[in-house]
């Protein structure tokens, strides 16, 4: 079992920066690979970025390449993502996943969101 919590939203004005954070209890955090996801409003959830258990594969979404970036630290049993020149489409409650793999993330540990608005 592994519990998430994240941490690091709130409102921001388009073109600012947010850094999340999801901080992971549990099994061993360096065994899984992590992912953020995010919901808007009458939206499906979708995914954002995923990183490996070692860091070294890392996918993003199409429309936030370029622009965030995530990054782990094992030893803090921490992922981050940092989010730069913020759009007021990126406003929505953004997921922190763990998962076996990059691609069994949706079927693993969920925290419970943190909310991200961006005002235009």
């Known amino acids: 079992q592994v519990q998430l919590v994240e941490s690091g939203g709130g409102l921001v004005q388009a073109g600012g920066s947010l850094r999340l954070s999801c901080a992971a209890s549990?099994?061993?955090?360096?065994?899984?690979?992590m992912g953020w996801f995010r919901q808007a409003p009458g939206k499906e959830r979708e995914f954002v970025a995923a990183?490996?258990?070692?860091?070294?594969?890392?996918y993003y979404a199409d429309s936030v390449k370029g622009r965030f970036t995530i990054s782990r630290d094992n030893a803090k049993n921490t992922v981050y993502l940092q989010m730069n020149s913020l759009k007021p489409e990126d406003t929505a409650v953004y997921y922190c996943?763990?998962?076996?793999?990059?691609?069994?993330?949706?079927?693993?540990?969920w925290g419970q969101g943190t909310q991200v608005t961006v005002s235009s």
């Open positions: 996943a763990a998962g076996a793999s990059i691609a069994t993330i949706r079927n693993g540990y």
């Open positions: 549990g099994k061993p955090f360096s065994s899984y690979a």
């Open positions: 990183i490996s258990w070692s860091g070294g594969e890392i």
